[in-house]
């Protein structure tokens, strides 16, 4: 997939310079989530010369714009991905039948697979179906 990086750093309202436009690129052609030294690696066979500040930095701005999505991996370590694509599940209430709809944890439950096991998965089976008790109907059985 080839990317206008400068365009898509325009459609956030994101000033551009070349570091963003490095880091952007950068994952923008990765299929994993990346860590900040990993990008710094990436950056160094580039022949880019950025320091790992400006990509923490860029990293935070990308976060706040809604670019990407960053994992907290646990013992201070973080990686970053962008957000490709929103898959949604549903939660329903068992009482009322009032639905809500919630962004699926996936993509953090691979990251943290990936990270605590070493393992990258391959294949996953998303249909289940979420059911609860919603708020209001709790407030009214506890009365």
């Known amino acids: 997939m080839d990317y206008d990086v400068e365009r898509y750093l325009r459609k956030y309202n994101i000033k551009v310079t070349r570091p963003r436009m490095n880091i952007l690129e950068i994952l ?10 990993d990008i710094l690696k990436r950056c160094k066979l580039k022949n880019v010369n950025i320091d790992l500040s400006t990509i923490y930095r860029t990293m935070e701005l990308f976060e706040n714009k809604k670019i990407i999505k960053k994992f907290d991996l646990g ?5 970053y991905g962008i957000i490709r ?7 329903q209430c068992k009482l009322c039948h009032k639905q809500v709809e919630i962004d699926c944890p ?22 289940l179906r979420l059911s609860g008790i919603c708020e209001n109907c709790r407030k009214k059985l506890i009365h």
């Not at 013992?75 to 990686?79: A, D, E, T």
Request: glycine share 2%; proline share 0%.
């Open 85 to 91: 694509k929103k898959h949604k599940h549903i939660v």
């Open 75 to 79: 013992l201070n370590k973080s990686s």
């Open 106 to 127: 996936m993509d953090e439950i691979e990251e943290i697979v990936k990270n605590k096991t070493g393992f990258v998965l391959e294949e996953e089976n998303l249909n």
């Open 28 to 37: 923008l052609h990765s299929d994993d989530a990346m860590n900040a030294e």
